[in-house]
């Protein structure tokens, strides 16, 4: 088995069954399997699949386990060489999965690799980032990579200064679409399943960084993400979880001490809005100059 292409769903049965149709309709010349991880869906997605998909391997969670032990769940139950990781609200266009197949026999010491991610619209989505830090957290809690995206400094973090226009060798593409080399994962680790939901990927990214691992991003093909379709369900609960998954990741592969890495991510929600108090006090103060 060349290509086993994994799935962790939660409550996104209508998304779900145009992804594993995508998936069917564009399949790869080598042989490959699909396997979907119903993470406990009330909506009825595993009847779904089971019903209109008999040919998909079904693992049935109890409870919604989160994306990095849903994912390795799927691992531990697939036979491909490669692992494709696949959000459930994403579409497969025409080459993707042979390009994919291609890329990482041409490049033994490849372990993981992201494509060219489009919005529903089919405009262009940031499709890979550098591994977060102190200066990048700081650069977005103060507004500078949103005034100076196109700069590789304040930039950094969102790659927002990449056109996404040729190979790169890059920190972490998306999870949405994210292949992997099995033999890399032997040696790096799976995913890490105190993650429950964010920053997983750029944990595992890391890990198999340090082992020595190359990971790049390939424009040549494209896939449709149409962004966020399970966590917008519970909006508030999950962008917790993302600060609690920030933190633990700076912790872990930064060494950042906990109150440090509370403090930094404090000021994604203070900084902006005490900038804009000073400007407005600042406007005040003087506006007998202007």
Known sequence: MRLSIIIVSWNVKDLLERTIAAVLQNPPNSA??????????????????????????????P???????????????ASGEYLLCLNPDTE???????????????????????????????????????FPAADTILYNASGL??????????????????????EIEVDQPMGAVLAL?????????????RYFMYFDEVDLCWRLKQAGWKIKFFPQVCVTHHWAQSTKQALFKMNKQ?????????????????????????????????????????????????
Not at 41 to 61: C, E, M, R, T, Y
Not at 100 to 106: G, H, S, V, W
């Open 145 to 166: 990579d949103a005034l100076f995206p196109k700069s590789k400094i304040f930039g950094k973090y969102n790659m927002s200064w990449f056109k996404h226009d040729r």
């Open 92 to 130: 497969m266009h025409a080459g993707a999965l042979d390009f994919i197949i291609t890329a990482l026999d041409r490049d033994a010491r490849l372990g993981a690799l992201g494509v060219k991610l489009l919005n529903s619209d089919g405009t262009l989505q940031l499709s890979c980032k550098s």
């Open 181 to 193: 080399r099995r033999s890399a994962l032997d040696q790096a680790g799976v995913y890490d399943e």
């Open 63 to 77: 409870q919604n386990v989160g994306f990095a032990a849903g994912n390795n769940l799927g691992f531990r139950q």
């Open 32 to 61: 490959y399997e699909i396997i979907v991880v119903d993470n406990a869906s009330g909506d009825g997605s595993a009847d779904l699949v089971a019903a209109k998909f008999p040919q998909v391997k079904l693992i049935h969670s």
């Open 242 to 290: 993302w600060y609690i998954s920030f933190q633990k990741y700076l912790v872990k592969n930064k060494h950042y001490p906990a109150w440090l890495a509370w403090l930094l991510l404090s000021s994604l929600i203070w900084l902006k809005p005490l900038i804009l108090i000073l400007l407005i006090w600042l406007i005040i103060v003087n506006r007998s100059r202007f």
